[in-house]
């Protein structure tokens, strides 16, 4: 049955010595997320990006994403129980540091990502990767996600954000943690589009994040058109 291997970076790209990049290296059915800018973190085209690349696979999707990657992939996956296999989500930045224009500059203006990200299990298996010295996410806020998505977490000590300032180039155990996510499937990938329908409209979680971008594109728009 064929699938996919989806590697979503996160804010500001992952370059030739990341973890990411050498993963794609390794797994040939592996590409990675196309159509994003990474030093716009804006979460609904991301998220929409990240939908796309799922809706156009030909067969179910594994993601493997990293910081801001994560919070793009869980909305899209939230949105296509149908087609997502399985979530290997690595130190996830922090959705209070972002509002849906991008990076907050002041942690008490503006409404946090928080609100817009799934807040139920996944009907996939999921893995939430956290280190307890990660300057975007502390481990208590990681553990209140896992537990929200039903993912299991691993604990990976102190690693910083698990990127390449961190020393995680090449990184063996995205490797197995990818293979024990699979094994945790209890779906047949050919069954995964028995699982119920995707959500679409309105309903859908990045409907909901695209409607809140607009209307606050809208109104700053306005705001700056005033004499």
């Known amino acids: 049955m064929r699938h996919t291997i989806l590697t979503v970076p996160g804010y500001h790209g992952s370059g030739a010595g990341h973890w990411q990049t050498w993963l794609e290296g390794e797994l040939p059915d592996a590409r990675r997320v196309g159509g994003i800018d990474w030093e716009d973190p804006l979460l609904a085209r991301w998220a929409g990006e990240v939908r796309r690349e799922i809706d156009d696979a030909a067969g179910a999707v594994w993601i493997v994403a990293h910081s801001f990657g994560c919070l793009a992939s869980v909305v899209a ?24 224009l991008g990076l907050r500059h002041d942690a008490g203006q503006g409404q946090s990502l ?3 990200l799934p807040r139920t299990a996944f009907d996939c298996p999921s893995i939430l990767v956290a280190s307890r010295s990660d300057p975007w996410l502390r481990m208590p806020a990681a553990r209140a996600w896992a537990e929200r998505w039903g993912s299991r977490l691993i604990d990976v000590g102190d690693a910083g954000h698990i990127n390449t ?7 063996p155990q995205a490797l197995e943690l990818l293979a024990q996510l699979r094994a945790a499937a209890d ?12 959500r679409r409209g309105r309903t859908g979680a990045l409907a909901r994040l ?15 058109s005033r004499p």
Do not use: C, M
């Not at 087609?83 to 996830?92: E, I, S, T």
């Not at 300032?165 to 990184?171: T, V």
């Not at 779906?187 to 995707?198: H, V």
């Open 77 to 100: 996956a939230a949105d296509r129980p149908q087609k997502v296999a399985g979530l290997l989500l690595v130190a996830p930045a922090d959705p209070e540091r972002f509002d849906p």
């Open 114 to 116: 928080a609100d817009y």
């Open 165 to 171: 300032d961190s020393g995680h180039g090449p990184w």
């Open 187 to 198: 779906t047949p990938l050919g069954a995964i589009a028995s699982r119920k329908e995707g």
């Open 210 to 224: 695209r409607h809140q971008t607009r209307r606050l594109i809208n109104g700053e728009a306005r705001v700056a």
